[in-house]
């Protein structure tokens, strides 16, 4: 981690002064929120960790301040004063506030009102012209210039509408950009100064939008809560420039049997005997469709209509079915998987039909971090795919990822409780749950009692040991560890180190990683020490009880000479069964008792091990007689057949023993990726030797 210039900035002016200075002041100073500055003092404070320097701390009624200590060691190059800093917009910042300009203030939308708004020059806004005027065009809509009138745009309102959405939700998602929030705002509702800065029109449709919450009987998630109040506004601006949507009769029809419409009458009325302002029938409507799309915090099923859940909940099985096949693990609280998929769904399937857009930053970090879950619910994906007509984009995906990685790093409880926790969390309920499980799988005897929104943890009060938050919350009487969604292994660390230091009595031993960082100290100059460190975090993460890193075999790690078999054929499925599994009990990877408990398993069960004609992967509980993870592949050139079926012959049958949840996932997922390739089955099933099968194993592997 380094420090960008505008934290550097920050610290600069805490190391340079004698005494506390109070937020305002940091706030006045820096020109954003009062929430930058504290998410910035978190991260200051992480990167200080890592250079083994004491934090900035708060003296109560005074404010913030640098420990003495911290300042002496601090390098040389942050004594500068940067008295020349400002901040500047990225290409992605510079696009969305011109964008937001010719959709908003049409009659401010000059080159020289773009040049004002961007500090830009006018030949770099000229490129992003170019650049919105391509985009506009792929959504069917006409950016121009007309002398004396600057830059008009024409096209059908629901394509307007769809871009500024998408604005909101961009804006909403990036914690850095106060400056693009504050202008948005000011467009949105003239003056006002500073997005903190919360007007009365906002705060009555807050307001609104709690009370639909209670009509609908779910919580937004503070996001939503923020985005749909903008939305509502924008949609008053609208109005009063006389830009309407419409929405087609057949449309409304459906959109009237829902819950969410009577919600969105009831803002619609309450706004009217507020504001004076008349809502078309179909500006209702499109309220209706923003709210139905709306990640939740909580919901509450029992409001909603049989016909409302009933082919959502059917997708929802059929996916968690598809999920436990392709995966080979059996969910213990499939009910609770269910109803917690449920609700991500039901919103995922409104966005994805009326094209309403949430930005999902966490995206490229779950693919990351969970390859093998998101490729395994990338293919689960097509039963909503079917029902919704439509392909699932990867930030949708994303998200549902959570909701199977939650589930399927949940640990049962084997030490007692030592510690309740709180998580505050502002990204949903699938983000929620994944952090529960990596906190409560990280610390032992850690109990997470409720996770809540900031709204919710805000307005009632609330008894645990410790809170974890996503988003920075001032510590009060509880203790309070901040924490990203989603935890690396030096995140781990950090927070076993918070944790040790906040409730164990004794100053915890260091860990193999600290022993290693000095040793190499006392020979060498450390450069980059955190990412040193990350790099041998990543090369002990088998000896670091800390993290509990599990590390996933690849495929050719499992799949050798020793466990691959080449048969002509056997007398029957059973028998395919036991000489696949063969080569695992040789190896003392698993019991006798683990073949018969597969054998009984598809007595019991069904054929349910074939995933796809000629191809069955046999499996059962690891509990059933396996000793450590293994895999082993049977090619028959005969068939045997699992039923009566054709759909179930096999000819290609691979043992798989797991141990746990999760050990096998990343050489499984590489596996049904091979096998969804039909040359690669051909050439499989007509091999002669085990080099060959060991060559088409690698290459797959390396590709």
């Not at 450069?527 to 990350?534: A, G, P, R, S, T």
């Amino acid at each position: 981690m380094v420090l960008d210039k505008r934290r550097a900035h920050l610290l600069s002016i805490l190391k340079q002064s004698s005494d506390p200075i109070p937020t305002k002041d940091l706030v006045a100073k820096m020109k954003v929120s009062q929430r930058t500055i504290y998410y910035d003092i978190d991260q200051i404070n992480n990167w200080l960790e890592t250079q083994n320097l004491e934090p900035i701390e708060s003296k109560h009624g005074e404010g913030l301040f640098l420990p003495p200590s911290s300042k002496a060691e601090l390098m040389d190059e942050l004594d500068q004063s940067f008295d020349d800093w400002q901040y500047q917009l990225s290409k992605q910042e510079r696009e969305v506030l011109i964008k937001a300009k010719i959709l908003l203030e049409e009659q401010d939308a000059s080159m020289q009102t773009f040049m004002d708004l961007t500090n830009m020059s006018r030949g770099t806004v000229a490129k992003v012209i170019k650049t919105i005027k391509q985009e506009f065009k792929q959504d069917g809509l006409h950016l121009y210039y007309e002398k004396q009138s600057g830059y008009r745009l024409s096209g059908p309102e629901d394509a307007k509408r769809t871009i500024l959405s998408n604005i909101l939700a961009t804006v909403l998602s990036q914690q850095d950009w106060q400056n693009v929030r504050n202008e948005i705002q000011k467009m949105i509702l003239p003056g006002t100064n500073t997005w903190e800065k919360e007007t009365d029109q906002r705060r009555s449709v807050r307001k609104l939008l709690m009370e639909a919450e209670q009509e609908l009987g779910l919580t937004l998630t503070d996001e939503m809560m923020e985005i749909l109040s903008l939305q509502i506004l924008m949609i008053m601006k609208r109005i009063d420039s006389e830009k309407y949507i419409h929405v087609q009769s057949a449309e409304k029809e459906v959109l009237k049997q829902t819950k969410a419409y009577q919600a969105s009458l009831l803002i619609a009325n309450k706004l009217e005997a507020l504001r004076g302002i008349s809502f078309p029938e179909d500006e209702v409507y499109f309220i209706t469709m923003n709210l139905l799309g709306s990640k939740v915090q909580h919901d509450d099923f029992s409001r909603y209509t049989e016909q409302e859940l009933a082919g959502l909940k059917e997708v929802v099985q059929q996916m968690i079915a598809d999920f436990q096949l392709y995966s080979c693990v059996v969910f213990d609280d499939k009910e609770g998987l269910e109803e917690n998929m449920i609700s991500h769904i039901k919103p995922t399937y409104y966005r994805l039909k009326y094209g309403v857009h949430i930005a999902n930053d966490l995206a490229e970090t779950i693919q990351e971090n969970y390859p093998d879950i998101f490729h395994l619910t990338k293919r689960v994906m097509r039963h909503l795919e079917i029902y919704i007509g439509k392909p699932i984009p990867n930030e949708e995906v994303a998200y549902i990822t959570l909701h199977f990685g939650g589930w399927l790093t949940k640990e049962k409880k084997q030490v007692e409780t030592r510690l309740s926790a709180i998580i505050v969390c502002e990204n949903g309920i699938g983000t929620s749950h994944m952090l529960r499980t990596q906190l409560e799988n990280l610390i032992a005897g850690l109990n997470v009692i409720t996770t809540l929104s900031t709204r919710e943890f805000q307005n009632n009060e609330y008894q645990a040991d410790v809170i974890f938050s996503t988003n920075y919350i001032k510590p009060k009487d509880i203790p309070v560890i901040h924490v990203p969604a989603i935890l690396t292994n030096i995140e781990k660390e950090q927070v076993m180190q918070r944790v040790n230091e906040l409730f164990d009595s004794k100053p915890s031993e260091k860990r193999p990683v600290d022993h290693m960082l000095e040793v190499i100290e006392r020979y060498a100059t450390i450069h980059q020490k955190n990412e040193l460190k990350q790099e041998l975090l990543h090369i002990l993460e088998q000896n670091t009880p800390g993290t509990k890193e599990i590390k996933k075999p690849m495929l050719n790690d499992l799949l050798t000479k020793k466990t691959i078999q080449l048969k002509d054929e056997v007398p029957s499925w059973e028998e395919a069964i036991k000489t696949a599994a063969q080569p695992l009990i040789d190896q003392e990877s698993i019991h006798e008792e683990y073949v018969q408990a597969m054998i009984d398993t598809v007595h019991e069960l069904g054929p349910y091990v074939v995933i796809a004609p000629g191809i069955a992967i046999p499996h059962a509980r690891p509990e059933a007689g396996v000793e450590r993870l293994g895999m082993s592949f049977l090619r028959l050139k005969e068939p045997v057949y699992f039923s009566e079926k054709e759909k179930h012959r096999a000819q290609l049958v691979i043992v798989l023993a797991a141990i746990d949840n999760q050990t096998h996932l990343k050489a499984l997922a590489q596996l049904t990726e091979l096998l969804s390739n039909e040359d690669n089955v051909d050439k499989l099933i007509a091999a002669d030797d085990q080099e060959t099968v060991l060559e088409i194993i690698n290459q797959s592997v390396e590709g």
